[in-house]
């Protein structure tokens, strides 16, 4: 078997080889190949060698999750065989765009008669193509990102009820082969009734886990997070990597995850398989929490939005259209769109600061790898960061009337008010006061006070199909506030939501759309009778405020 090194590709001159081999390729039929392998790619080529660019294929170790050596068992011959696992994104058989599909590439060496010295070649291969995939470059606008230790152990909570109630069979069919090429160990625990998952995570022992990794609705890991920031060890148990695999109807934050990576949309199943190749890709991101104080009860806390009005009623009433999946939400609009309401009520909130996004040199304190090791320069976990922004958080979107909308008092002073939540377990807030107590000065108070919705958002999607906050990212430091005054007719609100499907919403010129991104907020229904939901859960209706805690937390993104 030939090895070379540091010599250039005789196709295209360009990245250099540095293992070469000649292999007997296992598919519908046998064939001898060339294989080339790079810093960036494995360049498969049949034997004979066919002139440029014909009977050659090209993977980019990027789409690769993970590789492995072995011996078959029984025949006695002295061949080792190497498996690469790749998910490249290609094009749909019946429909336009693009999706990851799984391409298993395997190869028999028999080069040599010790079939010791066979398998043995087999895991350098093997190991190369598992280093050099792990050294491949990610950088993404406003991200930082580092590798997941490896392997990395991950506790795996499945919700069999989530959805359709298919998310069991969809872990089998494809996330536990996934994880398996990938080599990543992982724990299945299915969660039997409601906080479940929230009773475990608060009471578990985590240093048996690098990270913990929700399959279900967007549900289960609000009752994660907030397990975690329950516990007396919170401050490190927040730390705790989490994963997001889509297994329910809305798979809002499965979207924004899909989304952060520059992929073309993808639902369903698809969505499914991007996600979890994002997962054993293994990188970290931060991600922002959202402290939210009740007239009563503990505070909770949220990863991705609340809601009031007709957002809160469509989400809630179209439980009983859960066994159409996503369609449900769909189903909901409609009808409430027949029956449109006005909610009263007080709005106020806290503009984002101009600097939010230098706060504190948090950028340049990031948090530690899933084993709670400091991250490593090596190449295979470089942090990457982009240099800096180009324009200030602070974003008001409006349109014609909304100079008349709200009344902003002077701000008065530049240090924080003192916290509701001082004495608190988790982290204290920093700019609200209690519930009871009128607002700081330096406030937007909305005149209006009738209200068709009001929708917070921390990541840029709503459900698999709506883009209701298109610039959001995982850790901008910013709370994205829309809210739809009363007049608007029942078509141009529909035309609003079918616009929300590709994030063009906030560019209409519906005078009764406002968008402002905002640190903290302040909602006093007046309605006697409503619904007010945090993730897509209800909560207690009443007076309710909310903050955002930047970076608190840490998302596997890949």
């Not at 960036?40 to 789409?63: F, M």
């Not at 022992?205 to 329950?230: F, H, K, P, R, T």
């Not at 798979?251 to 952060?260: D, G, K, V």
């Not at 007709?310 to 809630?316: G, L, N, P």
């Amino acid at each position: 078997m030939d090895q070379r090194s540091a010599e250039p590709d005789p196709g295209t001159g360009s990245s250099p080889v540095t293992l070469y081999g000649e292999f007997t390729a296992i598919g519908t039929r046998k064939v001898r190949c060339a294989v080339n392998l790079t810093e960036k790619e494995l360049i498969v080529q049949r034997l004979p060698l066919a002139p440029v660019g014909r009977n050659k294929v090209v993977l980019s170790l990027k789409d690769c999750v993970g590789c492995r050596a072995y011996r078959e068992d029984g025949g006695g011959e002295p061949a080792a065989y190497l498996s690469a696992y790749f998910y490249p994104l290609k094009r749909r058989w019946l429909s336009s765009g693009v999706s990851r599909q799984r391409a298993e590439h395997r190869f028999r060496l028999t080069a040599l008669q010790d079939p010791g010295a066979n398998l043995e070649e087999a895991e350098k291969w093997a190991r190369t193509v598992r280093e050099r995939s792990g050294r491949q470059q990610y950088l993404r606008d406003g991200l930082m990102l580092w590798e997941l230790s490896h392997p990395c152990r991950m506790m795996l909570l499945v919700n069999p009820q989530s959805g359709k109630g298919q998310a069991l069979t969809l872990y089998n069919n494809h996330i536990q082969p996934m994880l398996n090429e990938a080599g990543v160990p992982h724990t299945l625990v299915i969660t039997e009734r409601q906080n479940h998952a929230r009773e475990l995570v608060r009471e578990a022992d985590l240093s048996q886990w690098n990270a913990v990794v929700i399959m279900s609705g967007d549900g289960l890991l609000y009752e994660v997070i907030n397990g975690l920031l329950e516990r007396a060890d919170w401050e490190e148990a927040i730390q705790t990597p989490l994963g997001f695999l889509p297994g329910g109807s809305g798979n809002a934050l499965a979207a924004s995850i899909h989304h952060y990576s520059g992929a073309s949309p993808v639902f369903g199943e698809e969505l499914l398989i991007s996600c979890g190749f994002l997962l054993c890709k293994g990188l970290l991101s931060r991600m922002d929490l959202v402290s939210v104080q009740l007239s009563s009860g503990p505070r909770l806390f949220s990863f991705l939005s609340l809601a009031w009005g007709f957002v809160a009623d469509v989400d809630i009433e179209s439980e009983k259209y859960r066994h159409v999946g996503a369609a449900r939400f769909t189903v909901g609009t409609l009808v409430r769109l027949a029956s449109l309401r006005i909610y009263k009520g007080k709005l106020a909130y806290l503009p984002a600061s101009k600097d939010c996004n230098t706060e504190g040199g948090l950028r340049n304190n990031m948090t530690k790898h899933c084993n709670n090791q400091a991250p490593s320069l090596s190449p295979a976990s470089l942090l990457l960061r982009r240099q800096s922004r180009d324009s200030p958080c602070q974003n008001t979107l409006h349109n014609s009337c909304h100079s008349n909308n709200s009344l902003k008092v002077r701000r008065a002073e530049s240090t924080p008010p003192r916290s509701a939540t001082k004495g608190l377990p988790s982290p204290p807030d920093s700019w609200l006061l209690p519930l009871d107590q009128p607002l700081p000065s330096d406030w937007v108070v909305v005149q209006e006070e009738d209200f068709v919705l009001m929708l917070a958002m921390y990541q840029s999607h709503l459900a698999e199909d709506l883009m209701a906050a298109p610039n959001a990212t995982l850790d901008d430091g910013v709370i994205h506030l829309t809210y739809v005054t009363a007049g608007i007719s029942r078509s141009a609100l529909l035309r609003l939501f079918l616009a929300m499907e590709k994030g063009t919403h906030l560019t209409s010129n519906c005078p009764h759309l406002v968008h402002t991104e905002v640190q903290a907020l302040r909602l006093e229904p007046y309605t006697p009778k409503g619904i007010i939901t945090v993730d897509g859960e209800v909560v207690e209706y009443g007076p309710m405020q909310a903050e955002v805690h930047r970076g608190l937390a840490r998302l596997i993104t890949g």
